[in-house]
């Protein structure tokens, strides 16, 4: 246990010992994070962990509070008066369009070269071209429109089809003609005549 967890253990209010060893374990994971080479990294990638891992702790804390009814207030605000999570962060959760915000970082319009947000602040559906995470945060998107935000940079980006480009259903034609060819030659291997089956199955629609 580290030392300041340790600490606060004594003066912790009741459901403190129900949620210790998930902070632990992020704190932990903060630390070597934070001690992780940067060889062949960029020097904005080696925040990026620390954004995503600050995020995680402190939304962990948020939903046994306001999802899940499992803490007590008293224990929200202990960890937030003690600086154990984000509070301030936690705070823009609770404001429409919002509610899954990547980083303070994200909406600190001077961090960046225009005075404006990160770019993981537009939706997925009105970008153009490649799909790139923040500089900053490393986060693609925290777009509350977007499914599975915040959506990190070394999550899966999920399929939009309303995104500029369109590029989500011939992905997914793509994937059903190589899961087809695969089949067939399965088929072959099996001895199932001459893998028609799968070429049978692939003109299906």
Known sequence: MSNRLQRLSKKAPAGWDTVLPTLEMFDNRMKDAVNESHEGKRKHETTWP???INYEKSRYVYELYYNKQ???RELYDFCIREKVVDGNLMAKWK???YEFLCSLAAINKGSTNFGT???CR????????????SVTTGCISCA???KGAPIWWNSRLPQDEGRSGGKG???????EEED???????????GDGDGDAGNKRARVD
Not at 122 to 133: D, E, F, M, T, Y
Request: hydrophobic share 35%.
């Open 117 to 119: 947000t990160s770019v």
């Open 50 to 52: 620390i954004h995503r």
């Open 122 to 133: 537009v939706p997925l559906r009105l970008r153009s071209g490649k799909i790139a995470p």
């Open 70 to 72: 499992e803490i007590s």
């Open 95 to 97: 404001k429409p369009g």
């Open 169 to 175: 259903r011939e992905a997914e034609v793509e994937q």
């Open 180 to 190: 087809a060819e695969i089949e067939r030659r399965a088929a072959m291997l099996r």
């Open 144 to 146: 509350s429109c977007d």
